[in-house]
Each structure stands twice: as C-alpha cells, then as structure tokens.
C-alpha cells in the first residue's frame, strides 16, 4: 500500500514538474504565435483538452490579382458548440457567424462542408480596397482569433 502512494505521489510531482516547464515555456493554457492566442491547451504538438484549436499549416499571407477570386482558409480542430465568424479588421464588420452572412456584399461568402473544420472566406471579384487583415474569430471565452492578410494587386 505504502508502494503505490509513494508512486501516486512521485507521478503528481513528475506532473508538476512538466507543468512548469510548460508554463514557462507558454506552451500551457495558449499556445503562442506570432502573440496571439490561437488555441486551446496544448503540450507540444497534442491538444490535452476538448479545446478548440488553429490548424496552422494555412497560408495568412494570400497575395491575389484584382478580380480574381480570393480564399481564406481557416480551419479549427475540436470546435465542439463553438462557432467561427469572419470579421473585417479595418472597419471592425462583422461578415459572417457560421455560414449566416452579415454584409450586404454578396461577393463574400462563407465555404463550410458538412462535418469539415474548414472554414474558407471567399471573396469574388477582389478589388484593391479589399485588401488588408481579416481575423477568423472562434466564440470561446475569451474569444480565438487568427489573422489573415490579403493583398489584392491591380493588373
């Protein structure tokens, strides 16, 4: 019996140890890039909880030529009964919360597959004003937020 405390024990210990490290690695309760928050609580390259999460390995920088059209793929792991929505920096507007869009612009539209953790903003017919930061939000508290920069070139 005294065995199997003192093994309970040195695990909690190893657990608190690795804990610290996290912490002072910042790698525990966000994960960082860039200093912005874009996930959940993560250890290295693994999820530890229910979380949502940014998939990372998606272009943020898209260059594109006027008229042709624009993708901005944001994908989020483990979303659960959280939403995305897409908002426009520069004026602070709303475009879109899940696939409902909230502009009056219809070159703008929300991609989502059914049962995906792809979330695509696509812009038709991209004009230079377009262009700028556009931030892929997730509703968790505090709010998730990844940024995208779009630069639209004139012909």
Same mark, same amino acid.
């Given at each position: 019996?005294?065995?199997r405390?003192?093994?309970?024990l040195?695990?909690? /210990?190893?657990l608190?140890? !690795?804990?610290? !490290? /996290?912490?002072?690695?910042? !790698? $525990? ?18 999820n530890? $909880?229910?979380a ?34 897409w ?6 507007? !709303?475009l ?19 049962? @995906?953790?792809n ?5 038709? @017919?991209?004009?230079?004003?377009d ?24 012909e």
């Amino acid at each position: 019996m005294l065995c199997r405390w003192l093994a309970v024990l040195i695990l909690a /210990a190893f657990l608190l140890v !690795i804990e610290g !490290i /996290a912490v002072t690695q910042g !790698i $525990t309760g966000t994960f960082v890039r860039d200093q912005k928050l874009v996930g959940g609580n993560v250890f290295g390259n693994h999820n530890i $909880t229910n979380a949502p999460t940014f998939e990372m390995n998606v272009p943020r920088n898209v260059t594109t030529a006027v008229g042709q059209t624009a993708f901005l793929h944001c994908r989020v792991h483990q979303l659960g009964d959280k939403e995305v929505s897409w908002m426009r920096k520069r004026d602070m507007h !709303i475009l879109s919360a899940g696939i409902l869009m909230y502009t009056s612009d219809l070159r703008f539209q929300v991609i989502h597959p059914e049962k @995906s953790e792809n979330w695509t903003l696509q812009i038709k @017919s991209p004009q230079e004003r377009d262009s700028g930061v556009y931030e892929c939000q997730v509703s968790t508290e505090p709010k998730m937020s990844l940024n995208y920069s779009l630069n639209v070139v004139g012909e």
